[in-house]
């Protein structure tokens, strides 16, 4: 097995092993609406020989946006402006998946309004945010409710498949995790309560999203903190909600500020341990640059697909490179093939 043998899990036909994971370009100028930038930006990727684009996290209500300047997929005028990326990049032989977010307390958008964010707890992330209000029952079911709505949408927009963001700290992440989440009722103290929500919002999702096409979660596996979720932890959440996910995405941080210990392909291992202990296809992320550390992860089964983010912004052409200097007969993008095989017309 190498970067270039295909990949097959429900409707994806994936022509590599390459992701390009959820990045947020944070340049929506309307109301989470989508431009030429972020058009632009993904094709790109996709001419340049991606298997996989997820597109970068997309807010399922305004205030799960991370920031003003999100993607949104709240209101059925989002889609149009999705489907035009989507068909964008399978003209070039990727498939496309969206990332579905709420942020929880990491909501920085309109920011004048101190009463907008919710989370498990009223705890802040830090000093420079907003103290979330404590979501409701009620609220909490509205929450599941957009992701269900979202799910929809991202099925109309043509999407193969949908990644739930329930990493980084944002609000699934935060009901996850025991440092955010200090409740007292069924969605707070052990893993089955903190799991909850995230079962709910998958449960939901399953009643509208086709069941023909793949569902991803995106976990962080540990908090890098001593009180924080742990990879042990993490084990349990994964096999608590498997049974709703087709492959898990698994990162680490951002529930609170931790000092990480960075190297090349540092989460590589939390891969590793959640896809053998627990069984499920993963995606491998993290500081990976380099093919050799590709193949190591693929041939060592450490993973079943890995994610390159900042590696393919400076250079999206990077998997048609490797294809080309080890003779990889792979079919270039139209007048790309003149580029890479040295042909003239
Ligand atoms: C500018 C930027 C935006 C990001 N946006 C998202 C996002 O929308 N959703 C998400 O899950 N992760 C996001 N991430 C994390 C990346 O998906 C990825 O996990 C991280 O960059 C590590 O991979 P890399 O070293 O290959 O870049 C973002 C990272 C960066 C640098």
Sequence with gaps: MNV?????IKNLKLKNRIVFPPMDLYCSKGEGVLNDEHYVHYVSRAVGGVGLIIMEATAV????RISDQCLGIWDDSHVEGLKRVVDGVRNYGAAIALQLNHAGRKCRANGDDLNYTVAPSPISFDDTYRVPKEISKKEIDEVVAHFREAAKR???AGFDAIEIHGAHGYLISEFLSPLSNKRMDEYGGNIDNRVRLLREVLEAVHEVWPSHKALLLRLSATDHLPEGMTLEETVQVVNRVKDLVDIFHISSGGVQQ????????????????IKHRCQVPTIAVGLIKDFDVIEEILGNERADLVAMGRALFRNPYAVLQKAFEKGIPIEYPGIYEEAFLDKLR
Excluded at 4 to 8: H, R
């Design 4 to 8: 270039f043998t295909p990949y097959e």
């Design 258 to 273: 931790a000092s990480i210990h960075l190297f090349p392909g540092y989460q590589i291992g939390l891969s590793e341990t």
């Design 154 to 156: 991202a099925d109309q």
């Design 61 to 64: 209500v305004q205030n799960g």
